[in-house]
């Protein structure tokens, strides 16, 4: 149904005929009844129905674990003697830690990038964890070459490349950037989780 309007001064034509269309309108809606009208809304009301389930974790870390733990729970062969969620709870703890509150500061070196890490407390030992361990990764990068040390409570990474590119790519990504390359991150999880040393992290012994 096309709707007009129509300005009129005078004649009082139009009124009546506009009454008669809203009246035909809602008289069609109630016709069609509640399951007519629910079929004309959008269908959000499947997402807050009364069987719905909630899809969000809630937060990552839990996700990360709750990933881990169905993947555990679906292979037949996982020994549960070996499993450490707590070793990979650690894991988890440190990358939030570097990630959230550790201070990098980056310069410029030959092919590349010099960054020095630090951080207190706890943050300081996910420092001095992971930052040796991605090195390692980053070495294997096509094209990149990468070692860490450690400098008192620092530690310091130093990535470097031949190609152009590569270094400004290497520059560009920036320490974090650097920390989140590599697609190594989500078979170590279930590794820690299996109760394999990996970044520092050694799952408990059996019978724990």
Known sequence: MTATTHRTGRGGGTLPALLLALALALAAGFAGGPA?????????????????????PG???????????????????????????GALRRHLVD???????????????????????SGAGRTGEAVRTMVPAHAAELDRMPGWTARAELDGADAILVVAAGEPGEVA???????????????HHQAHHLAIARGAHVHGHQGAPPGR
């Open 59 to 85: 937060q990552s870390a839990f996700a990360a674990l709750a990933e881990i733990v169905a993947i555990l729970q679906a292979d037949p062969a996982t020994d549960w003697q070996k499993v450490d969620l």
């Open 36 to 56: 007519s009208a629910a079929g004309d809304m959008p269908h959000h009301g499947q997402a807050h129905g009364p069987h719905a389930q909630p899809v969000e």
């Open 169 to 183: 790519r290497i520059r560009g990504l920036g320490f974090f950037g650097l920390m989140a390359t590599g697609a």
């Open 95 to 117: 990358m939030d830690e570097l990630t959230m509150r550790a201070v990098a500061v980056e310069e410029p070196a030959p092919g590349g990038l010099r960054i020095r890490v």
